[in-house]
């Protein structure tokens, strides 16, 4: 697991020196006799600031010589002011520093380089006790009239970093964790592809079939649950595994069932029928597995692309069929394709996934008794295919990140589902060279339209 750390220490350190720059000129003048006086408005504004800053603000001369300590530096150092000022700076660094400190300011001097004047970093300090802790130290140069100060504010970072190393441990336990879960899921993937070993040599064991199946989506569902509950990014992949699980699986459970409803040898036709449907939803859930346990696979177009001849309506027909058990209460596909018989060659499992996820989101975000109308044809060699809806349709605003990774629009927060559909789809379709463009007002519906070029053999 990757933890990637915002990068916004260097803005904030610019936007901190140069703060402190203006706030530390001014304060110089305190140490000056320039046109203010010592009671003067002025000259005790910028003493209030100097002693209530919540920072340590510290000023030496050329020699490293301490000239001025504030409240804030004495609480965080644990000197007096009194025990410091006139002490060397050096005083409070750990070594090497300590022994180096008068070397860098006479490099500075010589060189005009600086290292740490004007830019800022991180550095280590060392309180009175001899604790060492971690702070972000800002260093100015000011030149007075007739000699040059440089004054330095100090901030302490060891609650930050004491953050940091907590995130990074619970990061790390959370991998260890998200692991165990994986192999569950492994093992999840090997009773299913088991399953497949007994609906091929034991078609009478179909009862037993049935509750196995059963079982095992139920140990999937609660393994997806707790990924979730563990790792927010881990669980977004795995529910993304789930989403296409689903249309499989309640394949196998609708069609286990009905097969227990045929008992009579006059139905060998129907059985058959259904046996076929559980083995080519078995198939279809573990190529699915396969493909999508890395997404990364399928981002770098690493997904083997395997075409066949089939024939395009029945091939439709048979998908919409498929979908039935997903559908809500009422809802009802309406199937559109007036073509003669008519061959494709195309990747079956490929396409039969982009009409699954576009069928499934628009019985997902439709209402019950809405309906679908899935419509295909055929044109100067392209084949087109139409999925419409009449339901809540895409938020106008939220249209451009429509195809993102895990992006939900945000009148379907309240829907179950991964932000992960419509971002496969896309890559789907593009593995087969072709486009997926869509047409959507919020509570009139969405239409999503695929082309793809159709290749001869």
Do not use: W
């Not at 220490?9 to 320039?34: R, Y």
């Not at 080519?280 to 770098?300: P, R, W």
């Not at 009148?411 to 932000?419: D, F, K, L, P, V």
Request: proline share 2%; aromatic share 6%.
């Amino acid at each position: 697991m990757t933890i990637i750390k915002k990068n916004s220490d260097f803005c904030h350190t610019a936007k901190f020196i140069n703060f402190n720059t203006l706030v530390l000129k001014n304060l110089s003048l305190l140490n000056t006799n320039i046109h203010i006086s010592e009671h003067s408005e002025d000259a005790q504004k910028l003493k209030a600031i100097f002693e209530t800053a919540i920072d340590g603000i510290i000023t030496i001369d050329t020699n490293g010589i301490v000239e001025s300590f504030n409240k804030a530096a004495v609480k965080l150092f644990g000197f007096k002011a009194n025990e410091i000022v006139g002490q060397n700076i050096s005083l409070l660094m750990p070594e090497p520093d300590r022994s180096n400190h008068d070397t860098y300011i006479q490099r500075y001097q010589n060189t005009r380089k600086a290292h740490i004047i004007g830019i800022g970093r991180e550095v280590i300090g060392m309180k009175k006790d001899g604790t060492r802790f971690p702070m972000r130290l800002a260093v100015s140069e000011v030149k007075l009239k007739e000699r040059t100060i440089y004054t330095g504010i100090i901030h302490d970072l060891s609650d930050v970093k004491e953050a940091e190393n907590k995130f990074k441990q619970l990061n790390e336990e959370l991998e260890l964790i998200v692991n165990e879960r994986t192999d569950k899921l492994s093992e999840a993937v090997n009773k299913l592809l088991e399953t497949n070993q007994k609906l091929e040599s034991e078609i009478h064991e179909r009862e037993k079939v049935e509750e196995a199946l059963r079982q095992s989506e139920l140990e999937l569902r609660i393994a997806l649950q707790k990924e979730i509950e563990l790792n927010e990014l881990k669980s977004r992949f795995v529910s993304m595994a789930s989403h296409e699980f689903r249309t499989p699986l309640s394949t196998i459970l609708s069609s286990a069932s009905i097969i227990g409803r045929y008992t009579k040898s006059e139905n060998q036709d129907q059985r058959e029928k259904h046996i076929k449907r559980v083995k080519s939803a078995v198939n279809n859930l573990t190529g699915i597995l396969n493909d999508f346990l890395s997404l990364s696979k399928l981002e770098e177009g690493k997904i083997e692309y395997k075409p066949s001849e089939f024939e395009i309506i029945e091939f439709c027909i048979e998908t919409v069929e498929d979908i039935q058990g997903l559908l809500k209460s009422g809802q009802y596909v309406k199937f559109e394709g007036a073509l003669p018989k008519t061959m494709v060659y195309l990747d079956q499992r490929v396409l039969k996934n982009v009409l699954f996820n576009l069928l499934s989101n628009a019985s997902k975000y439709s209402g019950e008794g809405a309906k679908i109308i899935c419509r295909h044809n055929i044109v100067n060699n392209h084949l087109h295919i139409q999925i419409i809806d009449e339901g809540i349709g895409i938020p106008k605003a939220d249209q451009q990140y429509l195809f993102g990774r895990f992006f939900r629009a945000s009148n379907s927060i309240n829907i179950q589902g991964t932000g992960l559909g419509l971002n496969i789809v896309k890559q789907y379709v593009e593995l087969m060279d072709g486009t997926v463009n869509y047409e959507s007002e919020e509570n009139k519906g969405s239409t999503f339209s695929i082309t793809i070029p159709l290749k001869t053999t």
